[in-house]
């Protein structure tokens, strides 16, 4: 699951639509670091 989101994390997408597609949790880029927030 972890690869998943590293691999939806991309500038183009937002919040909402990673979560999407992501089996609802979303990955956020903050200053090339990545910061994963789990949505339930």
Known sequence: M???L???GTKEKGPL???E???NKALIML???L???YIV
């Open 2 to 4: 972890f690869n998943a």
């Open 31 to 33: 200053d090339n670091r």
């Open 21 to 23: 597609n992501v089996d």
């Open 17 to 19: 639509e990673i979560a």
């Open 6 to 8: 590293v691999l939806a």
């Open 35 to 37: 910061m994963i927030d």
